[in-house]
Structure formats: structure tokens, C-alpha cells
């Protein structure tokens, strides 16, 4: 098995947490997305998509996308599950984490691909190139912050986001938030303190301070 990965992007940052919170060992390989080291025919042979991360199972599979990726993961390695135990508790996590992809991290992809700072022709990842349109950077912004707004709300009587204890749903939204940190640049704690005190409990996690080293 292999991890196609590259630690300074969201999606594949969500699964490198998921595995460390596993305590897997899988072997990966670095791709720098920043640098452009995934848009290789060689890359392409494995994934067309273009995008990480990349499971590569021992009989050649390539499982893609995040969430396919940990549940992929869960099935096999059940102890400490991150997906829920029965069918309201899966519900649940799903139901973030679409909430999560959807409203937040679609808000930051359309803020930081269409900014001028982007490379031309990359405003959706993938081989096909496709031109910025300079006025979703207000609108992704605008999704961005309403998206946190309504964690906030829903952190205000639940310890975690999906269910009462830390599951998948938080890893994405965790995540989220630091890219939206980055990429925006809002200190998105002012006005939000139950979003504050979440995030200073999962950035507090040993699977999480032992990838970031
Ligand atoms: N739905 C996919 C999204 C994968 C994705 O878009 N990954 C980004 C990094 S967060 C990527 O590989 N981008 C490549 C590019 O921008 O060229 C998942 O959940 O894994």
C-alpha cells in the first residue's frame, strides 16, 4: 500500500491526520502540488484527476478522494473509529462532512483559485485548464465566513461538530479552518470563541502535533 500525498494541502492533510489518529504506518510518496510535481504523465498514469491523495493498494487499486480514502482505511482498521459506529452516528458524520466540503472548503477553493496571486488556467484542479472568474473571490469569502459562523452556532451546545466525541467531521473542519486562516487571512476566533476553544482541543490532539512534527 502507498500514499500519494503532499502535507500542505487540505485534502491529503485530512487523510494524513486520519491515518496518524489510526496510528498506521503506510508508506507515501511527496508530490509538491505547489511546485507542480503532480502534473507528470508519470502521475497522471496512476491518477487522471490530477489530485491527491492517491491510495494505492498492494493490487494495483487507486482508491481517490478523502473520504473514500478513510473509509477505506476504517473498514480495514476498525480500532478507534472516526465514522461513526452505527447507521445515525455514520449519518451524521456524513452529513458534516458534506456540510464541511460543500459550504466551507468550496468557499476557500473558489477565494484563493480565483485571486490574482493563482496561476492562470488552474481555478479548478485537473488536467482541463479552466479561467479564473475574479468575482467568486467575494463570493468564496462571503461562503467561507458564513460556513464558520454556522460551526460556531453548532459549537455552542455540542463538544464536537457530528456526534459527542471527535470523529472524521471534525478532522475536515479542523482542517478547513486552517486553510481559510491561511488563505484568507481573518482571524476567524474573533467573535466565534466556541470555534476557538474546539480548535485549541483538536490542535491539541498527539495525532495531530506528531505529524505537524
Ligand atoms: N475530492 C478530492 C479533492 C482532491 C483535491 O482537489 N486535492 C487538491 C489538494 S487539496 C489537489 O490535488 N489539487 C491539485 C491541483 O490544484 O492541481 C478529495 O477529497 O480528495
Redesign the pocket.
Known amino acids: 500500500m502507498k500514499l500519494y500525498y503532499?502535507p500542505g494541502?487540505?485534502?491529503?492533510r485530512?487523510v494524513g491526520i486520519f491515518i496518524s489518529e489510526k496510528g498506521l504506518e503506510i508508506p507515501s510518496v511527496t508530490l509538491n502540488?505547489r511546485e507542480g510535481e503532480?502534473?507528470t504523465e508519470e502521475f497522471a498514469a496512476i491518477h487522471p484527476g490530477?489530485?491527491?491523495?492517491v491510495l494505492e493498494l498492494d493490487d494495483g487499486t487507486c482508491i481517490?478522494?478523502?473520504?473514500a480514502?478513510a473509509h477505506y482505511l476504517e473498514q480495514e482498521n476498525p480500532s478507534l473509529n472516526l465514522l461513526g459506529t452505527d447507521a445515525k452516528e455514520q449519518a451524521l458524520i456524513l452529513m458534516w462532512h458534506d456540510i464541511a466540503t460543500f459550504e466551507g472548503y468550496l468557499g476557500i477553493q473558489e477565494y484563493l483559485r480565483n485571486s490574482p496571486e493563482f496561476g492562470e488556467g488552474?481555478a479548478l484542479?485537473?488536467p482541463m485548464p479552466i479561467e479564473q472568474i475574479s468575482a467568486l473571490v467575494e463570493r468564496g469569502e462571503k461562503r467561507t465566513i458564513a460556513f464558520f459562523d454556522k460551526v460556531d452556532k453548532r459549537l455552542s451546545n455540542n463538544t464536537y461538530l457530528a456526534i459527542e466525541r471527535y470523529t472524521y467531521a471534525d478532522i475536515v473542519t479542523y482542517v478547513y479552518l486552517e486553510f481559510a486562516q491561511r488563505v484568507i487571512g481573518k482571524d476567524l476566533f474573533q467573535d466565534r470563541k466556541h470555534l476557538a476553544s474546539w480548535a485549541a482541543s483538536i490542535s491539541a490532539r498527539p495525532a495531530i502535533k506528531a505529524i505537524d512534527g
Open positions: 503532499f494541502s487540505p485534502s491529503p485530512k502540488l503532480h502534473l490530477l489530485t491527491l491523495p481517490t478522494e478523502s473520504l480514502i488552474r484542479p485537473g
